[in-house]
């Protein structure tokens, strides 16, 4: 089982970016999505889940500006990130399955790609 993040990287306050995951040993269409971050000397944050029902819901820090997606054909899922703040400077995981109430805790986790926002 492996989760593969891309599309990280340096983009000033107020621009784009557009991260994806790509799952291999196992089917994401099976499992609730996740995109959490951890920011330097900070917890895990979630940021945005999608229900194997295709549902969607996003932290109040995020909502209308972000946006999640699931491509089943291609078992990847994808983070739209628009109007971005340096507080979203951090790593960003796609993760499988949380295993807690408090989104901590996952069943798989990727490695992650770093965005940084900076003038």
């Known amino acids: 089982v492996q989760l593969v993040e891309s599309g990280g990287g340096l983009v000033q306050p107020g621009g784009s970016l557009r991260l994806s995951c790509a799952a291999s040993?196992?089917?994401?269409?099976?499992?609730?999505m996740y995109w959490v971050r951890q920011a330097p000397g900070k917890g895990l944050e979630w940021v945005s889940r999608?229900?194997?029902?295709?549902?969607?819901s996003y932290a109040d820090s995020v909502k209308g500006r972000f946006t999640i997606s699931r491509d089943n054909r291609k078992n990847t899922l994808n983070l739209q990130m628009n109007r971005l703040k340096t507080k979203g400077t951090a790593m960003y995981y796609c993760?499988?399955?949380?295993?807690?109430?408090?989104?901590?805790?996952?069943?798989?986790r990727g490695q992650g790609t770093q965005v940084t926002v900076s003038s």
């Open positions: 993760a499988a399955d949380a295993l807690n109430a408090a989104r901590t805790r996952y069943r798989y």
């Open positions: 040993g196992f089917t994401l269409s099976v499992y609730s």
């Open positions: 999608i229900g194997n029902n295709g549902d969607t």
